[in-house]
């Protein structure tokens, strides 16, 4: 069956990075873009960016820019998020998500990453 | 950016009642408008795409419509497992969440 499954939880202080990774399995993985969506506790869903299908071409959300990095292993059916200079707003749920062209149908379970002195 | 509006912020209603939840863009995104459910503890799950079109799965009694800058989700005769939180998400630029709904029991 189609799954993403993510990387475990982190802990990380303030100023330091993060890097969460989504393995994909249940289909070609080369045939679709991906997402990075996070929701900070009790809060809503939030875009980070996206990486498409070949690895070649990523697009980040304003708020994130300078600041992550989304990267794909086509040999392992692997995508990679990296975000640094954490803060303490930064703890939250991430998600990868899988895009089918018209809409997000395919979710990791999510990595919970908290920032903390 | 486009900011998507969702109203109300939380909705109280009862098993079998009809919900009408609102996402209003800041710009006209078309139809490049979807909908996903997230019940506590779980990821969300896509419910509708293309503003009116329900994903594999899903029953009858959710519905969505709308184009331009206004979409309904209704669901009609509210079950137990429907009570959740909703998100509206457009594609038309870039990608953006509603801030979201949420449906509780009365």
């Known amino acids: 069956q189609v799954q993403l499954v993510q990387s475990g939880a982190e802990v990380k202080k303030p100023g330091a990075s993060v890097k969460v990774s989504c393995k994909a399995s249940g289909y070609t993985f080369t045939n679709y873009h991906m997402h990075w969506v996070r929701q900070a506790p009790g809060q809503g869903l939030e875009w980070l960016g996206i990486?498409?299908?070949?690895?070649?071409?990523?697009s980040y959300a304003q708020k994130f820019q300078g600041r992550v990095t989304m990267t794909r292993d086509t040999s392992t059916s692997t995508v990679f998020m990296e975000l640094s200079s954490l803060k303490s707003e930064d703890t939250a749920v991430y998600f990868c998500?899988?895009?089918?062209?018209?809409?997000?149908?395919?979710w990791g379970q999510g990595t919970m990453v908290t920032v903390s002195s | 950016e486009i900011v998507l509006t969702q109203s109300p912020a939380t909705l109280s209603l009862s098993p079998g009642d009809r919900a009408t939840l609102s996402c209003r863009a800041s710009q006209n995104v078309r139809t490049y408008l979807a909908w996903y459910q997230q019940t506590p503890g779980q990821v969300p799950r896509l419910l509708i795409y293309?503003?009116?079109n329900r994903a594999t799965g899903i029953p009858a009694r959710f519905s969505g419509s709308g184009s331009g800058t206004d979409f309904t989700l209704t669901i009609s005769g509210l079950e137990p497992e429907d009570f959740a939180v909703y998100y509206c998400?457009?594609?038309?630029?870039?990608?953006?969440f509603g801030q979201g709904t949420r449906l509780e029991i009365k």
């Open positions: 998400q457009q594609r038309s630029n870039s990608f953006t």
């Open positions: 990486i498409n299908r070949s690895g070649g071409s990523t």
């Open positions: 293309d503003a009116s």
């Open positions: 998500v899988r895009d089918r062209t018209d809409a997000f149908d395919v």
